[in-house]
């Protein structure tokens, strides 16, 4: 049987940093400049990566962007807000687990707003195991991360389906024989799994029943 992995970001939960800057500002202020002083700033890796706090990346970039502090306070407040779910991938998720498929997760997220998720949405306690990049201290497309989970849970990559909305991402993946799904369209890419895994559509299905965790 399969495996199947689940990156979060942008498949099991939204994450839309142009959207969340133009809701929070509104689409006349230099929204660009906003995107670079956070999301596309380098303290954003590290966070993934686990080596600074939200604190101390807040910290650098405002000594960075003097001008911005108000801005940069308010994305860091707020941001968390913008991580809301994809129906269809948590329907599937919690069909997958229903139907007996080990499901995990291997995602870049701060630790912050990791913990922050989990406590929010109870489908997260559906995982066998969850690989999670400040926790190991690594970052996809990084070979150590897919290593740690394939070592973790005793993986055998020719038998693990991974989906990412990232192409470098679901590349990294298949350099090390894993099976990557380029996840862009929901429900075109959750018929390809269910093709990769030989099964019935309805395995995408929750059942009326709940889910047996």
Do not use: C
Not at 8 to 15: A, D, E, P, S
Not at 32 to 49: I, K, M, Q, S, V
Not at 142 to 162: D, G, Q, T
Not at 165 to 189: K, Y
């Amino acid at each position: 049987m399969h495996a199947i992995v689940f990156d979060i970001g942008n498949v099991l939960l939204r994450f839309e940093p142009q959207q969340f800057l133009t809701y929070l500002f509104g689409a006349d202020e230099p929204l660009e400049l906003y995107h670079a002083a956070t999301f596309g700033a380098p303290e954003w890796l590290e966070l993934d990566r686990g080596s600074l706090t939200q604190e101390q990346a807040s910290d650098r970039l405002k000594g960075r962007y003097p001008n911005l502090r108000l801005q940069i306070d308010r994305v860091f407040d707020q941001w968390f807000t913008m991580l809301t779910p994809i129906p269809s991938s948590i329907e599937a998720l919690q069909g997958l687990k229903a139907a007996r498929y080990p499901v995990f997760a291997l995602s870049n997220f701060h630790r912050a707003a990791f913990s922050y998720v989990v406590q929010r949405h109870e489908w997260f306690s559906l995982f066998d195991g969850m690989t999670i990049s400040s926790q190991v201290g690594a970052n996809k497309p990084e070979p150590a991360i897919y290593e740690a989970l394939l070592s973790r849970y005793s993986l055998n990559p020719a038998k693990v389906v991974f989906l990412d909305d990232s192409l470098a991402n679901v590349q990294a993946a298949e350099a090390l024989g894993i099976r990557g799904i380029h996840f862009s369209d929901p429900e075109a890419d959750l018929a390809a799994l269910v093709d990769v895994l030989g099964a019935s559509q309805d395995v995408l299905v929750k059942p009326k029943g709940g889910v047996h965790r």
